[in-house]
């Protein structure tokens, strides 16, 4: 079945810790993104990469890091520099990058702060 | 900037009432527009899309149409089911130079009773 995981569902950040949430998929997409969704709000954009070895800025990029060394992986690290990490972490991809295919989303990371 | 801006919710139904979401959109140019849903502690998936003025999206009885003149994309559903209780995201994607983001409305979140 093709598709896109998350790993893990949830995970827990001690503070001064970074952490990386995983985000693979096996459509052959080109696009992928990570958003952050906070309780009652709509989705904002971290981080975006239209192909490997390149990657974007969203809107909000602060205390976030990426990487796109193979296709099918975008892994997101949380950093220390993140003060309010504590969201709903979804991943997305799709085929092309002219904003008219459909994104694919992930099931979601839930990072919670001990 | 383009941005998106939906009714407000919670929106509590009975179910095999109507259903309308209002969503309109600023934006340059001729984006293409979505409707997703979120199902609760899921990811998002695509519910219908519209990429050009006057096209009609239709998807498990949910229906959107493109209207360029009033900027709107609202979603109707003639019969609403318990099981459509989740959370609607509308959503406008960007062209290629910006690297084929969606821009989110806030969600509007429907329960249905029975």
């Known amino acids: 079945d093709g598709g896109i995981t998350q790993s893990p569902k949830y995970l827990f950040r001690k503070e001064g810790q970074n952490v990386t949430l995983s985000c693979e998929q096996n459509l052959n997409h080109d696009a992928m993104y990570w958003y952050r969704q906070d309780p009652g709000q709509g989705l904002r954009l971290i981080y975006y990469s239209q192909i490997v070895n390149d990657f974007q800025k969203g809107d909000i990029a602060e205390g976030y890091s990426v990487s796109r060394e193979k296709k099918e992986s975008f892994p997101l690290t949380v950093t220390s520099a993140q003060k309010n990490p504590t969201a709903f972490y979804l991943c997305a991809s799709s085929f092309g990058r002219q904003g008219r295919e459909t994104q694919y989303f992930g099931p979601g990371t839930r990072l919670l702060v001990l | ?114």
């Open chain 2, 1 to 114: 900037g383009n941005s998106v801006t939906q009714m407000e919710g919670p929106v509590t139904l009975s179910e095999e009432a109507f259903l309308t979401i209002n969503c309109t959109y600023t934006a340059t140019g001729y984006p293409s527009l979505f409707w997703y849903v979120q199902y609760p502690g899921e990811g998002l998936q695509l519910l219908l899309k519209a990429t050009k003025a006057d096209d009609k999206g239709s998807n498990k009885g949910f229906e959107a149409t493109y209207r360029k003149e009033t900027t709107s994309f609202h979603l109707e559903k003639g019969s609403v089911q318990v099981s459509d209780s989740a959370v609607y995201f509308c959503a406008l994607g960007q062209g290629y130079n910006q690297g084929g983001k969606l821009i989110f409305g806030q969600g509007t979140e429907l329960s249905v009773k029975p």
